[in-house]
């Protein structure tokens, strides 16, 4: 079946570091890929996706480009901010099959000043 | 930005009792979800729902789980016989349109089954 697995957390880093977190996928169809972000006390919310191969999402400074060959879509930013701190889910979607969404663990990340 | 509203952010009730959880979803959305994340898991699908019927569900989503869009505007997830297993953090989501990727989430309630 479909699965994506991602870095577990917690991740924690000073304030204007690079940020990474890898994300990998099984997939049985064309799947979409998504990051979402869920900050303390709120919803999941979608940062960025992607719906081909060799697309970049782009939202906030952060990135991910889908990568077919690697099966894999990494999010990254180039220097994060307290207010990033958060946790992020990998999510793919297979379009052909339905709507739903399949999640990765999330990781957690703590920006430190 | 519109949100989803879930009521209420914590439950807890006994083994074998009813839980009703409610969610408003987003007033011009079509389509509606359910998901359950249990502490240290992943966020899985159980349902979706779309011109008041299940579009689609997964194997967690058995006879003890009902959904219902009672008013047009509240979406419920039931709950008739909780187990401790059902202890998770339920997510409401909706969204505009079959085809539109953005998924709107609610915040969450919180079920603890004692």
């Known amino acids: 079946g479909d699965s994506v697995t991602q870095m577990e957390g917690p991740v924690t880093l000073s304030e204007e570091a690079f940020l990474t977190i890898n994300c990998t996928y099984t997939a049985t169809g064309y799947p979409s890929l998504f990051w979402y972000v869920q900050y303390p006390g709120e919803g999941l919310q979608l940062l960025l996706k992607?719906?081909?191969?060799?697309d970049k999402g782009s939202n906030k400074g952060f990135e991910a480009t889908y990568r077919k060959e690697t099966t894999s879509f990494h999010l990254e930013k180039g220097s994060v901010q307290v207010s990033d701190s958060a946790v992020y889910f990998c999510?793919?979607?297979?379009?052909?099959?339905?709507?739903?969404?399949?999640f990765g663990g999330g990781t957690r990340v703590l920006v430190k000043p | 930005e519109p949100e989803v509203t879930q009521t209420p952010s914590h439950q807890v009730t006994q083994m074998g009792q009813e839980v009703i959880l409610r969610c408003v979803p987003i007033s011009n959305h079509l389509y509606f979800y359910w998901y359950r994340q249990i502490l240290g898991q992943k966020v899985e699908f159980l349902v979706s729902f779309y011109n008041n019927e299940i579009s689609e569900k997964s194997e967690i989503f058995d006879d003890q789980f009902s959904v219902e869009r009672p008013d047009g505007s509240n979406f419920t997830l039931k709950i008739r016989s909780t187990k401790l297993e059902d202890s998770a953090m339920y997510f409401c989501?909706?969204?505009?349109?079959?085809?539109?990727?953005?998924?709107?989430f609610g915040s969450g309630t919180q079920l603890s089954v004692l």
């Open positions: 989501a909706s969204r505009i349109e079959r085809t539109n990727e953005k998924l709107f």
């Open positions: 992607a719906t081909k191969a060799d």
């Open positions: 999510a793919l979607r297979i379009p052909a099959a339905g709507n739903k969404l399949t």
